[in-house]
């Protein structure tokens, strides 16, 4: 990467993505953030990012499934970070189509763009979700991918068609496979935000189960490991497995934010939030030696310190809902 490098950044006002927006700044990248466009003109998490860096980004308002504008988006870019995503899992029950448009043919759209224009890499994000529940842990890049929810196999379809562009044109691509990040501006739909929100203001809990176990990354380390994909010589074509390598269930997590936050916590069980059983990941722990291994990359924040960080940040920044609102 020399400091004339340009990297575009789709889903770039997500969670990861803003995340990732700041990082790159920080590199010395020209970036381009691709924002999905909305009638309230609102940049969401790209708001709260510091006011030096967000006066040195490139806005782009489209949206992914227009083929036309991600062409328009791509042009004159280097590197291309591909976050823009559907990613609720409850949702995707309800509406798989839109899983389907956004994420497969939003990264077909991106694919063919960066193709057009010879962008020297791209990547591509996926999810530990593809893997389902672990059937051998850790996890590492060859386990089977099992399509347990249509959000998961809509990400399997993504993963697959950059596979494809890497074997039938020489697409320099790879691909990223973040386990469980957190952090910072999350949705409270994921379960350390939902759990410290309401830890925050009472003593019970909801919760749609303590067993799930998951590996937990900070999202710091996360957009660390992308930006050091992007640079590093030899990962192209290949997956790379993103992730601490252990893991921590549900009940744990209650614990230890309960004991962070001064609280004794109950949960308590909100059917809501309960998947279908046979579509419910029981186990996800990543095995990232070969992310080590190829980019030098290591998790820096320990879980301790990184429920930390998010409990501060949500009592500087408390959700509009009631605590244990849930939203699909």
Not at 63 to 87: E, K, M, N, R, W
Not at 103 to 127: D, E, F, P
Not at 152 to 161: E, F, H, P, R
Request: charged share 20%; aromatic share 8%.
């Amino acid at each position: 990467m020399t400091s004339h490098s340009k990297a575009l950044v789709t889903g770039a006002a997500g969670f990861i993505g803003s995340h990732l927006v700041e990082r790159l700044v920080r590199d010395g990248f020209r970036v381009k953030a691709f924002v999905h466009y909305n009638s309230a003109n609102s940049l969401h998490n790209l708001e709260w990012i510091a006011s030096d860096v967000r006066r040195e980004i490139e806005l782009f308002v489209g949206d992914v499934t227009d083929p036309f504008a991600v062409h328009q988006a791509v042009a004159g870019c280097d590197y291309v970070f591909h976050l823009a995503s559907l990613i609720a899992i409850p949702y995707s029950y309800c509406a798989p189509a839109a899983y389907v448009n956004t994420n497969v043919t939003g990264t077909l759209n991106v694919l063919q763009a960066c193709r057009a224009h010879g962008v020297r890499r791209l990547l591509h994000t996926s999810t530990s979700e593809v893997y389902g529940t672990a059937q051998y842990v850790p996890i590492d890049e060859a386990h089977p991918l099992v399509g347990q929810s249509p959000y998961s196999a809509s990400k399997i379809a993504a993963d697959k068609l950059v596979e494809s562009f890497h074997l039938s044109f020489g697409l320099p691509v790879c691909t990223v496979r973040p386990f469980n990040t957190y952090g910072p501006r999350q949705s409270a739909r994921a379960v350390i935000p939902t759990i410290v929100s309401q830890a925050l203001q009472r003593s019970t809990v909801q919760l749609g189960g303590q067993a799930p176990i998951r590996d937990f990354t900070f999202v710091t380390d996360t957009v660390a490991g992308f930006a050091a994909a992007a640079l590093a010589d030899d990962v192209v074509g290949h997956v790379l497995n993103l992730g601490v390598g252990s893991g921590v269930s549900v009940g744990e997590l209650v614990a230890m934010i309960g004991r962070l936050t001064g609280r004794e916590l109950t949960v308590e069980l909100d059917d809501r939030r309960v998947r279908p059983r046979e579509s419910e990941v029981l186990c996800l722990i990543s095995d990232n030696r070969k992310m080590r291994a190829l980019t030098g990359w290591e998790p820096s924040v320990p879980l301790e310190e990184g429920l930390e960080r998010v409990i501060e940040y949500m009592r500087l920044h408390p959700l509009h809902e009631e605590p244990g609102t849930y939203t699909i």
